[in-house]
């Protein structure tokens, strides 16, 4: 059950933007506490001392001696807003600050970061958190309101209007609620919205309806209902992009992930003049990982991760905000920018295909039965059959992993002899080099997903082909349970605990009219060396 209060707020000005979360005493947090220190800042509070620009409504009190604002304490019923009335134009420009949710199961309800058109709203509590004003909003939200149609207990949302229209939502893989303060970035580029919650991107470029850029004033609001937690907001400060970015400073020219997953490495055109590292100014896209901690070393900046990015993570970006690198008076941070990151990792994904886990050696064979056959109106008119085999020879260090030389013998069907000169296994991939120095993906049983590959059918180095679950019955071999490469002829097969067992096709040439071909093969016998069958992938 949630209640409502209604407030005034005391000056005139305009709402746009707004973040929604749930938060008892405030930390130490540290921070600057000047507004427009240098062209790039709009404002900065670290809430250290009194400051006329700042507006603390209802139950929002300052902590000076910890450096924050509690907008409502952990009781029930309460309500409160912090506004600023430095006015700018809400198009173009980054928000970072701290907050702290400090509650347990059946805590509620949030706080706001907003941009507002119109501060003098009538306010009201509960599930409303104190948000008005003619704007839009991103909620971090820890209370299940069915008045707001909430998807879920916690949950990100763009907002619009009210807590009651989720334009984008998003659920954060861990709890809101926390004792320690988590740094919030929120990016505004012409009506196109980012943030980023803990290190971590919440709404990536999500577009703002009917956007149209006005002159208003940043604020916070955050209400209690019969639900309560504490909700505190720290170190604010506001840059406008386009003056940040003509600010001289070290240029972010490479960002690279250790194999270990867990170190990125940025690198800077310049030495850095400061010391320490603003985790919360940096923020990581493609991944759920978040940084802990970071350090500085020369024209370098190691960001350390709270969990492992994984080797099947490619779209992995970084970006930093103004203020990233701090520690020294009067120096320079890097520009504000972002980047691709080259994920180094060799730590696997999850795996997608069990099954897929064997080991290769020396003598290990498949033999393989397959015929042709041609039709013409339905009628076959010629056929042909025949046996193939392939065979294990003497192993070679490919890229660090043992391969072993493919050995053919028999006839196999025309168009489809393996062009492979080696095959290896390694982390549940079946792999094959046609030059001895460098191997390819055969089969990813690790990810589910190929580029190029094949076997007896090879794709071209740019198709990209999905692993899909489905049954074989051949003259030759029959499976309920294999595994496709390619969705249209030819397709080709691949059994957990064998590895490739054949591929069908069925074509009509443009040139033949009524003529049919159709292509089988299938694996008829295979080795067990050693006594046990231990064949194609070996983690």
């Keep these: 059950m949630k209640t409502t209060m209604n407030s005034r707020v005391h000056i005139e000005a305009p709402l746009l933007l707004l973040i929604v979360l749930s938060f008892s005493s405030c930390p130490m947090p540290g921070g600057g506490s000047q507004d427009n220190p240098a062209s ?12 006329a620009s700042r507006v603390l409504e209802d139950s929002a009190s300052l902590d000076a001696a910890r450096q924050c604002v509690v907008l409502t ?45 119109n501060a003098d709203y009538q306010a009201a509590g509960g599930d409303q958190l104190a948000f008005g004003g003619n704007g839009f909003g991103v909620e971090f939200d820890t209370y299940p309101s069915t008045g707001t149609s909430d998807p879920s207990g916690q949950h990100i949302a763009v907002i619009a209007g009210s807590t009651s229209y989720h334009l984008k939502t998003y659920l954060p893989p ?17 009506g196109t919205l980012s943030v980023w919650y803990d290190g971590a991107i ?31 907001v720290s170190d604010v400060k506001i840059v406008d992009n386009q003056a940040a970015q003509t600010v001289e400073g070290p240029v972010l020219s490479s960002a690279v ?55 099947d993570q490619a779209n992995v970006s970084v970006a930093c ?20 990151v080259m994920n180094n990792s060799t730590i696997p994904g999850p795996l997608k295909i069990a099954g897929f886990d064997f080991l290769l050696n020396v003598g290990d064979f498949w033999q393989y039965g397959w015929q042709t056959s041609i039709s013409v109106h339905s009628q076959k008119t010629a056929s042909s059959t025949g046996t193939c085999a392939m065979t294990l020879g003497r192993p070679a260090t490919i890229q660090g992993i043992t391969a072993y030389s493919l050995l053919l013998s028999g006839v196999f069907p025309p168009g489809h002899t393996p062009g492979w000169k080696y095959i290896a296994i390694d982390r549940s991939r079946l792999l094959g080099s046609d030059d001895g120095t460098t191997l390819k993906d055969i089969f990813n049983a690790r990810t589910g997903t190929n580029t190029g590959g094949g076997f007896f059918c090879r794709f071209a180095d740019t198709d990209v082909t999905s692993a899909i679950a489905t049954s074989m019955s051949t003259s030759f071999y029959s499976n309920p349970s294999v595994y496709t490469l390619g969705v249209s002829d030819p397709i080709e097969y691949f059994a957990p605990g064998v590895g490739p067992v054949g591929y069908t096709r069925t074509y009509s040439p443009a040139d033949e009219a009524g003529s049919t071909f159709t292509e089988s093969m299938g694996v008829t016998s295979s080795s067990t060396h050693k006594g046990a069958l231990q064949a194609i992938l070996h983690k």
């Design 321 to 340: 905000a103004q203020g990233c690198v701090t520690g020294v008076s009067g120096a320079k941070s890097p520009e504000v920018g972002s980047l691709a």
């Design 202 to 232: 919440a709404v990536s470029s999500y577009t703002l309806p009917s956007y149209t850029a006005f002159t208003g004033v940043f604020g916070f609001s955050a209400a209690t209902s019969v639900a309560h937690e504490l909700h505190a």
């Design 257 to 311: 992930m250790d194999a270990a997953g867990e170190t990125l490495t940025l690198t800077y055109d310049v030495p850095l003049a400061g010391n320490s590292v603003d985790t919360g100014s940096f923020a990581l896209g493609g991944t759920t990982a978040r940084i802990m901690s970071g350090a500085v070393s020369g024209s370098h900046v190691s960001l350390t991760l709270a969990s492992p990015i994984t080797s």
């Design 174 to 190: 861990d709890s809101l609620w926390s004792s320690d303060w988590r740094p919030v970035r929120v990016r505004m580029e012409n």
């Design 73 to 117: 304490p952990d009781q029930a019923g309460m309500m409160g807003r912090l506004l600023y009335s430095t006015k700018a134009t809400m198009d173009n420009w980054t928000a970072t600050f701290k907050i702290k949710i400090d509650g347990t199961i059946g805590g509620g309800d949030g706080l706001t970061f907003a941009c507002m058109q």
């Design 40 to 51: 790039a800042t709009i404002l900065s509070d670290d809430f250290s001392a009194s400051k």
